[in-house]
C-alpha cells in the first residue's frame, strides 16, 4: 500500500525509512499507541536495502548488558511473532527461525576476553554455556581445535531468522492497523520557524508533521540534510559467500573463528563471511562501495583457508552465489544510536546499528514506539545519540569499567556505612562522639573496596565487537 504526501496536512508522526526498525516503530505505534503513523520509503521493492540484504541472525553474547537486553526481548518476540503479527484473512508470517546458538571460538590470546564476556552475559540472563577443549571436540566433533582454549556457545535464545519476512510481517500488519507508507526520498528535514512541529522536504513533496523518526540507516545523515547537524554513521559494505558442501555439520551453530570468519548452515547450503581484508597493507573499508563489487579475492584469501583450516570437511567446497549490503556502522562505538536527537524535542534517530539491526529491531521498535509518545523507555537509555557529543562510548576501557565499577560499589559501601554509623550512634555511650578519621569504618570500608574492585571490575568488549565480524546486519 502506497498513497500520495499531502503537503498541508499535519501528520502525528512520520517514520523516514520503512525498513525493519522503521516499519517496527510503526507498528509498535499503532498496536499499542493507536497512533498511525506515516513511513515514507524511497524504495518499496527493498531490493538493496540492508533489511532484505540481511543474514539475519541474533545473539545474546554481547559485552554490554543493553545489548543483552535487546536480544533477550526480541528473540522472545520473533518466538510469539506468527501469532502477533498476524493479520486476520492472511496467512500468518513464517519467520523459520532456527534456534542454534552462535559459538565464539577463542584461542590463548582471547580466551580471557571471552571468560569475562561470559560472566557478563550470565550476570544478565542470558543461556551461555562455556565449553573447553574437550567439551567443544565433545559436542562439535567435526571442529579441528587443537589451537583452541574454550568456547562460548548459546544454548538457548540465539540463532537465526528469515529476516525479510520479519521485516514484511512488521509493515503487514502495520498497513491493517492503519499505517501509511509512502513511496518517496526525504532530502532534508528542519524546525518550522513559528511553530514545534518539522518540515520536511522530498523529491517529490514536502510535509509537516508534530514528530519525525529518522530510521534511514546508513543514510540517515542524508535525510538530516538541512538540520546542520550530522551523526558517526556511514554506509560500510560486507560481503555473504553462498557455498555447497557435502559437509555434514550436525547441529551446527553460527561460528565465529578467531580469525574472524564466520558461516553458518542456511537450508542445504552455507552462508559465510569475514570482516575486509586489508589491501597494500592497509586496512580497506570505503563508505558506500558498490554493492555489485563483490570481493571473490576475500573468500579465496581469507576465508577459504580459515574454514577448511576449522572445519576440514569444508576442503571440499563451491561457492554457489553471493551478495552484499551495508552496515549502518557507527564510527564511534559500533552501537546503535537510538532516542532523541540532541537540541530537538520531537525530531528521534534509530540508526547506526552496526551489524545490530535486524536482531534487535522488535525490542527498539517497542521502546522507540514509548519515547515518541512521551514514556520512558529506560532500556534505550544507554543508546542515546548524546553519548556522542559527551564522549561517553557504549563499549568503554577496562580501565573506564573498573572506576565505573569503583564508583558504583563505593556508593553501595558508603550506604553500607551509612547504617553502621546510624547502627552505632544509637548504642553508643552518652557523650561519646562518633569519629570519620582513618580508623573509621568507612575508611576501612573504603580501602578494602579499592583493592576488591580492581580486580573485580568489568572487562572491556571482545574484538568481535570493536571490530565487526559478522554477516551483514545479523550482528
Known amino acids: 500500500m502506497s498513497t500520495s504526501l499531502f503537503s498541508g496536512e499535519l501528520q502525528d508522526v512520520v517514520i523516514v525509512g520503512g525498513g525493519v526498525i522503521g516499519s517496527a516503530i510503526a507498528y509498535f505505534l499503532a498496536a499499542e499507541h493507536g497512533v498511525r503513523a506515516t513511513v515514507i520509503e524511497r524504495d518499496l521493492t527493498y531490493a538493496k536495502a540492508s ?10 553474547q554481547f559485552s554490554t548488558p543493553a545489548n543483552i537486553a535487546l536480544s533477550r526481548w526480541s528473540f522472545e518476540f520473533l518466538q510469539r511473532a506468527h501469532e502477533t503479527l498476524a493479520v486476520p484473512g492472511d ?22 576476553t571471552l571468560r569475562e564476556n561470559h560472566a557478563i552475559q550470565i550476570a544478565n540472563g542470558a543461556d551461555i554455556r562455556w565449553l573447553d577443549r574437550p567439551a567443544l571436540s565433545a559436542k562439535f566433533p567435526w571442529l579441528a581445535c587443537d589451537d583452541i582454549v574454550a568456547g562460548t556457545w548459546g544454548a538457548s535464545g540465539e540463532g537465526w531468522f528469515d529476516g525479510p519476512a520479519l521485516l514484511q510481517a512488521f509493515r503487514r500488519k502495520a498497513i491493517s492497523l492503519g499505517v501509511r507508507y509512502v513511496n518517496d526520498e526525504v532530502l532534508g528535514v528542519q524546525l518550522q520557524a513559528v511553530s514545534p512541529y518539522v518540515i520536511g522536504r ?17 543514510h540517515v545523515n542524508k535525510a538530516m540534510g538541512d538540520l546542520a547537524v550530522s551523526l558517526p554513521v556511514s554506509a560500510k559494505k560486507r560481503d555473504v559467500f553462498v557455498v555447497e ?10 561460528v565465529i573463528d578467531p580469525s574472524g570468519v564466520w558461516f553458518r548452515p542456511e537450508g542445504r547450503y552455507f552462508i559465510c563471511g569475514a570482516p575486509p581484508r586489508q589491501r597494500d597493507g592497509m586496512p580497506y573499508d570505503p563508505d558506500d562501495a558498490p554493492l555489485d563489487d563483490i570481493d571473490y579475492g576475500l573468500f579465496d584469501e581469507v576465508i577459504w583457508p580459515a574454514l577448511a ?4 570437511q569444508f576442503e571440499a567446497l563451491k561457492v554457489r552465489s553471493a551478495w552484499a549490503g551495508y552496515y549502518e556502522m557507527n564510527a564511534f562505538d559500533h552501537n546503535g544510536l537510538v532516542g532523541t536527537l540532541p537540541g530537538f524535542d520531537n525530531i528521534f534517530v534509530a540508526s547506526g546499528f552496526s551489524g545490530h539491526g535486524m536482531q534487535h529491531a522488535p525490542a527498539v521498535g517497542q521502546a522507540m514506539a514509548r519515547r515518541v509518545m512521551g514514556h520512558a523507555a529506560p532500556e534505550i537509555d544507554a543508546f542515546t545519540p548524546a553519548r556522542v557529543g559527551r564522549g561517553e562510548t557504549l563499549i568503554k576501557s577496562r580501565e573506564q569499567r573498573a572506576l565505573d565499577w569503583d564508583r558504583v560499589r563505593n556508593r553501595q559501601m558508603r550506604g553500607i556505612a551509612g547504617l553502621w554509623r546510624a547502627f552505632w550512634m544509637q548504642r553508643r555511650p552518652a557523650g561519646r562522639k562518633f569519629t570519620t578519621g582513618p580508623k573509621s569504618k568507612d575508611a576501612m570500608l573504603d ?10 571490575g568489568e572487562t572491556n568488549a571482545a574484538p568481535h565487537e570493536l571490530r565487526r565480524a559478522f554477516p551483514v546486519n545479523a550482528g
Do not use: M
Open 51 to 60: 533489511s532484505a540484504l540481511s543474514a539475519s541472525s541474533i545473539r545474546q
Open 91 to 112: 496467512a500468518p508470517p513464517l519467520l523459520s527461525l532456527e534456534e542454534r546458538g552462535y559459538l565464539y571460538l577463542a584461542t590463548e590470546p582471547g580466551a580471557a
Open 202 to 218: 522530498t523529491s517529490n513533496n514536502q510535509f509537516i508533521s508534530k514528530n519525525i523518526v529518522l530510521a534511514t540507516g546508513a
Open 245 to 254: 558442501s557435502p559437509a555434514q555439520l550436525a547441529d551446527c551453530p553460527l
Open 309 to 312: 583450516a576449522r572445519v576440514p
Open 447 to 456: 580501602g578494602h573496596l579499592t583493592s576488591v574492585s580492581l580486580v573485580t
